[in-house]
């Protein structure tokens, strides 16, 4: 084999990543990302070299089309794709969002099962079929690249699935995904669907096929690598598996799979894998949901061993317990304590060993909030410094900030909480009696800032060991069915709760310029 047909040969194996955790992810109840976030995010998938981030649903709000906009400006390396229901005023609206863009895609999506065309759209198969080939003209007389989802395609009669893939080449789409809508299907079953694909429907050989799996069954990594055996070479995604339900197949799971399989997985993926572990963090932070501890590849107890069987193996050949190293997904670093005569020398490299790598002003404040806690707290782990500037990370664009809370607790009630926030700069204070001081600290937010929120979740653990460790606080609120999740980590219990819950109401109030578009079939 010449090198030029081994490298044809190779390219048909790779695996395009496709991140979707901007737009499906977002759409997990709670999780909403400002614009700088998403602006940040994207910037963490670039580097992590994501062949294309879906970067939001333009038509959904003038937060989702501005950040799809923006995205579209600074990056180049990753094509960036908007997300459109099959109506024209939906693939304009995204064709103007992913304009600036170096590469840019536009993702339309209809519904093809029973289910949907009776209950939802109220279409025939025909009908179908016209809108999908109307959706995608449409949208290739807009842009030269162009993906058309099957909305609960696993759930779809295949002889008609066939029939609306071969309409959807025809019409031009580059790519063609084969969503697991409901997270219903079964490795075997989503594989074979690939297969009948790829032998019998006409032109599919010119096009990508794409796995998009949700995880109702806990089978969605499966499934997506099963998708990937029948013939699809792109797969979507979303970092620690955030999205609808369940949530998508997990970025990190699928990646590092096609990575340490290559046994079994002929395929490869342009990945840099080393990103994996910031990238988790980062959109642990933004979006207040923790990381389970025994969570694959990103989890804090993934590479940790416990067991003097297992510590004695390690001691003797890392590879008997360890299937790929920490460093590989960005886990890496010593675990250097740190403390206050640490400089910022030493911050910024233990930062680096951490993953995180902070512009000049996060970096300022991300020390000056170190030196904070190592003035109260003896010794500053790892896990202290990435609550630390995770929680900076989260608040830090809050138009709601606390700055200052005063709390009298103990057998003689009632509690009384103190307390000054700013909202856009202009301080306002209260003071509120509770029963227990964290109602006496919230009912005080609700002084200063009055809403109508119901307190869905209210979460303390421990980030380290020790009476002087950090408490980190996880609020959820939900208001008019719309939730929004909070994180504040302090070594004063009753301070994490008040930011926490701050960072929870900010976040709320940003989801409510966002509303999701109901289905619709074609607005042509
Ligand atoms: O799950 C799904 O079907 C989707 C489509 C819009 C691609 O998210
Ligand atoms: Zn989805």
New binding site residues.
């Given amino acids: 084999m010449t090198s030029q047909a081994s490298n044809a040969a190779s390219e048909r194996d790779r695996v395009i990543i496709f991140d979707t955790t901007m737009r ?1 992810g977002e759409q997990s109840p709670g999780a909403s990302m400002s614009l700088e976030e998403k602006l940040e995010l994207a910037k963490i998938l670039e580097e992590m070299r994501v062949d294309v981030i879906e970067a939001g649903f333009p038509i959904a709000s003038n937060g989702d089309f501005e950040a799809v906009r923006q995205i579209s400006e600074i990056v180049t390396e990753s094509t960036i794709c908007g ?1 459109a229901r099959a109506a024209a005023i939906d693939i304009e609206r995204c064709a103007e969002a992913i304009r600036p863009a170096k590469r840019g895609r536009i993702h339309t ?1 209809l519904s093809t099962s029973p289910s949907h065309r009776d209950h939802i759209l109220k279409m025939s198969q025909e009908d179908i079929l016209e809108a999908i080939t109307r959706s995608v003209t449409h949208a290739r007389n807009l842009c030269d690249d162009v993906e058309w ?1 099957a ?2 395609a696993t759930r779809t009669e295949q002889d008609f699935l066939r029939r609306c893939v071969e309409a959807a080449i025809k019409a031009g789409a580059k790519t063609v ?1 084969i ?1 697991d ?1 409901v997270g219903y299907s079964y490795p075997s079953e989503y594989e074979a669907i690939f297969r009948d694909l790829v032998e019998n429907v006409p032109g599919v050989e010119n096009i990508i096929l794409s796995t ?1 799996c ?1 995880n109702d069954l806990g089978l969605a990594v499966a499934n997506s690598l099963a998708g990937v055996q029948g013939g699809a070479r792109q797969v979507e995604v979303a970092v620690n598996g955030i999205g ?1 339900r369940a949530g998508n197949a997990a970025l990190e799971e699928v990646v590092m799979a096609l990575k340490v399989r290559g046994d079994r997985l002929p395929y490869f993926s342009g990945a840099e894998t080393q990103h994996i572990t910031r990238a988790s963090r980062y959109v642990s932070a933004i979006t207040g949901f923790p990381v389970q501890f025994n969570k694959a590849i990103v989890g804090k107890n993934a590479f940790a061993h416990e067991s003097g069987i297992h510590q004695d193996g390690m001691l003797k050949d890392r590879g008997t317990y360890e299937i790929m190293t920490p460093e590989s997904v960005g886990q890496g670093g010593s675990n250097l304590v740190m403390g206050k005569h640490s400089g910022r020398h030493a911050f910024r490299e233990k930062l680096k060993a951490l993953g995180y790598e902070l512009g000049q002003n996060a970096l300022n404040e991300a020390f000056q909030r170190f030196k904070d806690l190592a003035d109260k707290k003896k010794h500053v782990f790892d896990d202290d410094i990435v609550a630390l500037v995770d929680d900076a990370l989260a608040s830090g664009a809050d138009r709601i900030q606390v700055k200052q809370l005063r709390v009298i607790a103990g057998t003689e009630g009632p509690q009384e909480a103190h307390l000054t926030v700013t909202v856009e700069g202009v301080e306002r204070s209260a003071t509120a009696t509770g029963d227990g001081p964290v109602d006496a600290v919230f009912n005080a937010i609700h002084e200063v800032v009055p809403h109508t929120a119901i307190l869905r979740l209210f979460q303390v653990h421990a980030v380290t060991e020790g009476t002087d460790a950090q408490a980190q606080v996880s609020v959820r609120l939900e208001e008019d069915g719309r939730i929004a999740t909070g994180q504040a980590a302090d070594t004063d219990t009753l301070t994490a709760s008040a930011k926490a819950y701050v960072n929870a109401l900010n976040n709320l109030f940003a989801r409510k310029e966002k509303t999701a578009p109901d289905a619709i079939a074609s607005g042509f």
């Fill in positions: 499906d997300l999506f989802s909305q609960d995904n969503p809508t998009h949700h609808e």
